[in-house]
């Protein structure tokens, strides 16, 4: 499968960005869709995930209750809504799509990545 992450861009400290990611090529439904963020000088690490046999996804501690991954079959496209931004969040964020449903919080467990779109916070 090909993916496409969009929506990335600067904003203030405790607003909101929606990151898109787009899905061609593969049965979209079939496949598990990861959120990863890559910070300057560090590893990539993860930050949300949905399954394609789960309606409940998973996430980071450090974003739970700030972020939420949804998805829409019909688009074939998963979503990431930032909320209440922090400086420390700023990072390349990419999307990953497996087949698999377990070990899909970490880089190995996916096959197919996107190009990544930057998102900066300023304090």
């Known amino acids: 499968v090909q993916l496409q992450a969009s929506g990335g861009g600067l904003v203030q400290a405790g607003g909101s960005l929606k990151l898109s990611c787009a899905v061609s090529?593969?049965?979209?439904?079939?496949?598990?869709i990861g959120w990863f963020r890559q910070a300057p000088g560090k590893e990539r690490m993860f930050v949300g995930v949905?399954?394609?046999?789960?309606?409940?996804?998973s996430y980071a501690d450090s974003v739970k209750g700030r972020f939420t991954v949804s998805r829409d079959n019909a688009k074939n496209t998963v979503h990431l809504q930032m909320n209440s931004l922090k400086p420390e969040d700023t990072a390349v964020h990419y999307c990953?799509?497996?087949?698999?449903?377990?070990?899909?919080?970490?880089?190995?467990?996916?096959?197919?990545w996107g190009q990544g779109t930057l998102v900066t916070v300023s304090s």
């Open positions: 990953a799509a497996t087949r698999n449903i377990v070990e899909v919080t970490t880089e190995r467990g996916y096959g197919s």
């Open positions: 090529g593969g049965t979209f439904s079939w496949h598990t």
């Open positions: 949905t399954r394609w046999n789960d309606e409940t996804p």
